[in-house]
Structure formats: structure tokens, C-alpha cells
């Protein structure tokens, strides 16, 4: 199943393009670029999700770390940024425990 959404063609993705669809906290980003990585790095570690037929790469939760910590904002989404760095090394942590 591909995601079908009226209007945008692949064209759009020549630039930097960033999509948010839903409401929080179920929203879904979709960015065709990454600061602080590669795309080839991002691709390669992305983790292969399967809902119903819907085929999906998810950034994996070090890059998204990497990520964070690259992006250094200065508005007040930099907070948000300094608690999701946080959680982040929370959740990498206590996988590492638990293997």
C-alpha cells in the first residue's frame, strides 16, 4: 500500500520539505532531510515497520538522538529538543539493559 496524498508529486521533494500529518500525540513527520547525518546513514539504520499493508522506515532511535543534538534551535522548541535528548539516552539505556 502506498501513501497517496493529493497534490504532491515527487518533484516536491527537490528541496528540503518537511510534512506533519495528524494531531499529537499521534502525528507523523515525514522530512526528506536530516540535520547532523547522512541520508545514506539514516536509510541504512532505519528500522523496516509493516502496518497492515502499509510498508514504512523508521528512523532508528541513535540517529534520532544524533539528530536532536545536532539541530541546537534557539526558540523555545529547544527545550522540547533538551527533553527529548533526555528521554532518548533514557530509552537507549535501558534497551542496552534489558538485552
Not at 546513514?41 to 502499509?54: G, H
Not at 527545550?79 to 542496552?96: E, G, S, Y
Amino acid at each position: 500500500m502506498d501513501l497517496e496524498i493529493e497534490g504532491l508529486a515527487p518533484e516536491d521533494f527537490i528541496i528540503p520539505q518537511f510534512f506533519n500529518f495528524g494531531m499529537k500525540p499521534g502525528a507523523v513527520d515525514i522530512l526528506n532531510f536530516i540535520v547532523g547525518l547522512s541520508i545514506d546513514q539514516v536509510f541504512d539504520n532505519a528500522q523496516k515497520v509493516r502496518i497492515e499493508e502499509l510498508r514504512l522506515n523508521v528512523i532508528d532511535i541513535r540517529d534520532l538522538l544524533s539528530n536532536k543534538e545536532s539541530i541546537k534551535r534557539t526558540s523555545e522548541k529547544n527545550l522540547v529538543d533538551q527533553q527529548d535528548i533526555i528521554a532518548l539516552k533514557r530509552i537507549i539505556d535501558w534497551k542496552k539493559k534489558i538485552k
